[in-house]
């Protein structure tokens, strides 16, 4: 249970550099777990570091050390300054008796008047290298005493043996370098209600409190210090005011406020009346009536009016393509509600702590922050706390509906707004990663207001994001057009322009895209222009994000809706690969290329008239290529991953149970589909190595399709495998004229159920890409571990089955290095449960981008969230309820782990209850086996194994000529993996050895059975008392004694450094604000250590707080429901 941080361990001697003379550990550069976690570190280290001292300090400092570098290299102790000259003139004037003291005065005046900068290069001249402390101090001198504040800390690590109690937290940088958890702030926002009578206008002041609460979880640390608070009001004067406040160290509640706000309100309560609708005849009789027609016409209708077509929603106050009958949008109803001159609070705006803080603001407030704050991450902030909102513990408003739309659905109506880029209230359309996020949000707001069961009809989240693509990329309501990932733009003279152009494309002597020029002025448009560019459209982003969003939208019960099955087989069927699209037609883009070449011929016979093309030429023709959408294919196969469906429960009519219907499973038509497309591009992959055999060209192939198709084609054959009852199978109970349909889908299911077909893939000759081949090693981990879900009576070896198959592809000489570690990282997610959970091929293959495939692996497929109702924890868990596939498999694993250790066990008596089968014999040489062959591949020795060298098995030696030898990665990867299965230090499984090579051999020691030896006990490796391998192991030991003395040290500085919090609260108890009022409300009052439970590492942070600090009487007691009045606002 080490609770520290994993980039610290690299800190072995206090450094974090990589320099020769100074010294560092480098074990976290081999860790294959900590690669993302390091990666992230890093660059959140940067931009604090970025926000404390600014960026042009920050480049002076690395300024400062690639000359220390320089003058090192070159022998120098320091830095020569050149003399002024006007301090010659005065030693040359002076007498011989004056001259020296001359000398000295003006020596110690150059000392004294030396640039901080020239001192800071000095300084690491003589270090040699810049160390922990060096690099901090640097950053203090030459930022300078501005900002200070911002830099204050110790840099000597805290232990046990030098606690200081007045010492309540390093400060920066050890606290963001070595802390093991970052900033955890909860802050809520009100603004004072209006008293009834009180005249409401322009100069009348409110009053804004902002209560600040520090969540320090168990085994973290403290943080404290200054922080910038930034208030934005609705006109009057100062509509941006910053503000310095403080977040007190101890972890105790703060109260900000009151901010004095004086600009003019957003909204009037006559305003908000004439809104709701309060005056006009709209009684519950009404309502109820509207209400009952409108369900009469979903109910004629049904489901499939809306699938990929226009959505039909009968009375209701959105049209047929969601969009308001009275022309309001989103941010314009939700203004209605705000009666504050509020409008949007940002705390720690410039990332100084770069943490995790949770703002409780109107949700007319985060549509504000949405649409109007220029910052991207401000804006995925508020996307975040929409998908949450109306929060299960917010107060319901005073009024239901704004134009006839209910309050509590204005935040996905922001979110689809933002989405769909339809809001007129901003000049251009949130950039594209900014709606990749929000179609994200819509999906965890849909999981969060989910509907009982799948066929319900309240879908509005899914139906906005169906929306978007009925407006993107569905031109009939059964075609689909491709994605295009680049648009054309024109630049024209003023008067070139053609007066039937639109007014949005009038812009005079700017770049416009050709898209927004009527048909038939485009090729006026093209003739009269000046310059005709490419720009890369990103809206490719946006639609891979909308389908994993729509594959993800579940029901309470945890089943996805029909309609989302519905579209992934349309889009599975629509859309080929094959099927390619150019930026323009045929006559437009040779009238281009005409332009571009008379163009260019004009300018190079001025220079050359021998010259046929130049480079903007051939750039030019590569870009008129066609090109195909295969990344989008890969997405949507990987959505299949997140789609839960189970056959329909019926009523039995002779018996009146409830049974399984014997109808086709909801997954067969996407299992056909993925299919095809798996073996067309495992088709197209055999051509191309074909080719490659006869070019030689050097270049491979990583596919894409391939493995996203395995991956979704496993998955959903779990699923039907273990949501399907056993006497519902139907195949030989059919007519003759459907057996042959059928048969084929029997053989289908047959195969992508069967582990060999996968394990033909990956040994297919000649050798596969490497995704290929580790998406097929996940799939058949994943089909043996599931064969082990239920316990029985035979031993269950699934995984020890699985184990084994990736131990011998690792062996394989084929095996690339990177195959090689993404075989040992399955084996890792095998043994804990997260082989079926992650998809880890499919994710990091689809990206290609370690920080988006890792925030995947960490945080689901619909993102982080923003602490409270989690809509993205459903994929976090492998529960049987959400994902039954992923489950079974884990309940597998865990079979599995329990017999590799407790193989080699005594046997248990036969007498005592509940007593469990021991494992076979033949079980425990196969456990033993395979201990046998991981000891000797991670500690780099081939033997017994396929030598490449000469083409014969190698002996069993001690030489480093194995895989592991120059592979600090796989070795790192390998021992880790050991180490889950056999853990150090349990004596329920030893110190870290494994049993069961310990029985096998006593057996053979004792008696010599010759039963054992035909089973393979001669081929486990030898643990007595004199062997060459314990000897070797022995001396390995000795070899590393201090630096395992150096790592317990550090170990348990960490665990100190997370005990220091709850250390610092005992020390503290009964010392905190004396002020009734302030101890009333709980403020300034040490809080308790919080829990990490299981809602925190789902995502839920903020939910786990409030939970745990209601049940201490920690949450302010009585002021709880008047503060949850205030947060209405309305």
């Known amino acids: 249970g080490w609770l520290g941080s994993r980039l610290c361990a690299s800190f072995l001697s206090s450094n974090s550099t990589s320099s020769s003379g100074v010294g560092c550990g480098a074990v976290e550069q081999f860790h ?27 480049i ?70 810049m160390t922990h402390g060096s690099f901090a101090r640097t950053l203090q001198n030459i930022s300078g005493p501005v900002r200070q504040p911002y830099l204050s800390g110790i840099l000597v690590d805290v232990s046990r043996s030098s606690y200081d109690p007045n010492i309540a937290h390093e400060g920066f940088p050890n606290s963001f370098v070595r802390g093991a958890s970052s900033l955890y702030l909860r802050v809520g926002a009100y603004v004072d209600a209006i008293k009834p009578g009180e005249k409401q206008g322009i100069g009348v002041s409110n009053k804004l409190h902002v209560i ?90 049904g489901i499939a009016s809306s699938l990929l077509g226009n959505d039909t929603t009968g009375d209701s106050i959105f049209s047929a393509n969601h969009i308001h009958r009275g022309g309001y949008c989103a941010l314009e109803l939700i203004r209605v509600t705000n009666l504050s001159q509020f409008l949007w609070l940002r705390v720690d705006p410039q990332g100084l702590y770069d943490g995790r803080i949770a703002l409780f603001q109107h949700d007319s407030c985060l549509a504000e922050q949405l649409f109007h704050d220029g910052e991207a991450s401000s804006q995925v902030e508020a996307l975040r706390a929409l998908a949450e909102r109306p929060l299960s513990v917010q107060v319901a408003p005073k009024i239901k509906f704004v134009y006839g739309v209910p309050v509590s659905e204005l935040p996905v109506r922001i979110l689809g707004d933002c989405l769909r880029g339809s809001v007129v209230h901003t000049d251009l359309p949130h950039n594209p990663s900014v709606r990749a996020q929000a179609a994200l949000a819509l999906a965890q707001w849909q999981n969060n207001k989910a509907p009982s069961f799948k066929d319900s009809y309240d879908w509005v989240g899914l139906k906005l994001l169906i929306q978007y693509f009925n407006e993107r990329f569905c031109q009939h309501a059964s075609s689909m057009m491709p994605a295009k990932y680049a648009k054309i733009c024109v630049k024209m003279l003023n008067n070139a322009q053609s007066a039937s152009t639109t007014s949005r494309a009038r812009s005079s002597g700017e770049y416009q895209y050709l898209d927004l020029f009527h048909s038939n002025d485009r090729e006026t448009v093209i003739e009269n222009a000046i310059e005709i560019e490419q720009e890369e459209d990103e809206e490719y982003r946006v639609r891979s994000a909308v389908i994993t969003a729509i594959a993800s939208c579940r029901a309470k019960d945890g089943q996805s809706p029909v309609l ?31 332009k571009k070449k008379r163009k260019t011929v004009t300018s190079q016979q001025i220079l050359d008239d021998n010259a046929i093309y130049s480079e903007r030429n051939l750039r030019d023709e590569f870009k008129d290529l066609p090109y195909v959408s295969s990344s989008l294919i890969a997405e949507t196969l990987l959505s299949l991953c997140y789609v839960n469906a189970s056959p329909n429960v019926i009523e039995d009519p002779t018996t009146g149970k409830h049974i399984q219907s014997k109808a086709k499973h909801p997954v067969i038509p996407l299992m056909e589909a993925c299919q095809r497309w798996l073996e067309w591009d495992l088709y197209k992959e055999d051509i191309q190595c074909e080719d490659e055999v006869v070019n030689m060209t050097g270049i491979g192939r990583n596919s894409v399709i391939a493995p996203n198709a395995i991956t979704g084609l496993c998955s959903l054959a779990l699923l039907r495998q273990v949501t399907t009852d056993a006497d519902t199978d139907n195949t030989d109970k059919t007519e003759p004229s459907n057996k042959r349909k059928i048969d084929r889908v029997a053989e289908m299911i047959q195969n992508v159920t069967s582990a060999q077909y996968y394990i033909d893939i990956f040994d297919s000759t000649p050798v596969r890409a490497d995704t290929t081949r580790a998406a097929a090693a996940q799939a058949v981990t994943c089909l043996c571990c599931a064969a082990d879900r239920i316990p029985n009576d035979r031993d269950s070896i699934g995984l020890l089955t699985a184990l084994e198959f990736l131990l011998e592809r690792i062996l394989e000489p084929t095996t690339s290095l990177a195959l090689r570690q993404t075989l040992a990282l399955l084996m890792l997610d095998a043994c804990t449960g997260k082989v079926c959970l992650t998809q880890r091929v499919a994710v990091i293959g689809s990206s290609n981008d370690l920080v988006i495939g890792g925030s995947r692996l960490y945080n689901g497929p619909l993102g982080a969230s923003y602490g409270n109702d989690s809509g993205s924890s459903l994929f976090m868990s492998a529960s049987k309820v959400s994902l039954p596939a992923a489950n079974a498999v884990n309940d597998g694993a865990r079979n599995g782990m ?22 076979s014999e033949d079980t425990i040489v196969r456990v033993a086996k395979f201990a046998t062959s991981l000891w000797r ?49 349990n004596g329920s499984s030893g110190n870290g ?108 942070w903020v939910t786990s707080a409030a939970y745990q600090r209601r049940a201490r009487n920690e949450d302010g007691g009585a002021v709880v429901s008047a503060t949850k009045l205030r947060l209405t606002m309305s």
């Open 993 to 1100: 050895q494994c049993l069961a090579v310990q029985r096998v051999q006593a057996e053979r020691v004792q008696t010599e059975p010759p039963e054992w030896i035909k089973k393979g006990a001669d081929e486990v490796m030898k643990v007595g008392e004199y062997n060459d391998e314990k000897l070797a192991a022995e001396m390995e030991d000795k070899a590393n004694e201090s630096l395992r003395k150096i790592i317990n040290l550090e170990l348990d500085r960490q665990q100190w450094r997370g005990d220091l919090a709850q250390v610092l609260k005992n020390s503290s108890n009964g010392s905190g604000s004396k002020d009734p009022i302030a101890v009333s409300q709980g403020l300034n009052q040490p809080l308790d250590i919080v829990e990490k439970n299981e809602a925190w590492k789902l995502g839920s």
């Open 32 to 58: 294959s777990v900590g690669l993302v976690y390091r990666s992230l570190k890093c660059r959140s280290l940067r931009r604090i570091i970025e926000g404390r001292v600014g960026l042009s300090n920050f």
């Open 212 to 301: 600040v609460e520090p969540v320090i979880p168990q085994g973290g640390i403290s943080f404290g210090g200054p922080v910038t608070v930034r208030v934005i009001e609705n006109g009057g004067q100062g509509q941006c005011n910053e503000y310095v406040k403080s977040i007190a160290v101890d972890g105790s509640r703060s109260d900000w406020g009151p901010i004095v706000l004086h600009g003019e309100p957003v909204s009037t309560p006559k305003q908000q009346t004439a809104a709701s609708g309060l005056i006009e005849s709209t009684g519950p009789s009404s309502r109820k009536k509207n209400s009952e027609k409108l369900n009469k016409k979903k109910e004629s209708t």
């Open 898 to 919: 329990s017999v590799l250790r407790k193989s080699g066990k005594p046997k248990p008596n036969p007498d005592r209850p509940n007593a469990k089968k021991p494992p």
């Open 937 to 985: 591949t991670m500690n780099g020795e081939l033997g017994g194994k396929f030598n490449v060298k000469d083409g014969t098995p190698s002996a069993v030696t001690s030489a480093i000529d194995g895989v592991c030898a120059y592979d600090g990665h796989l070795r790192c990867s390998l021992l880790s993996l050991w180490q889950c299965v056999w853990p150090a230090g």
């Open 60 to 129: 002076r400092v690395i300024r400062a050390a690639f000359i220390a570098a320089t003058l090192h290299d070159k022998g120098a102790t320091h830095v020569h300054l050149p003399t002024e000259k006007s301090s010659k003139r005065k030693i040359s004037r002076s007498t011989s008796g004056d001259s020296k003291r001359s000398t000295i005065g003006d020596s110690m005046e150059q000392i004294k008047h030396k640039p901080t900068f020239v001192l800071c290069v000095d300084e690491l001249i003589k270090k040699g290298g």
């Open 564 to 594: 989302v099955i519905s579209i992934l087989e349309k889009i599975l069927q629509c859309q080929d690969e094959s099927v390619t699209t150019n930026l323009v037609s045929l006559e437009e883009s040779r009238l281009i290329e005409k």
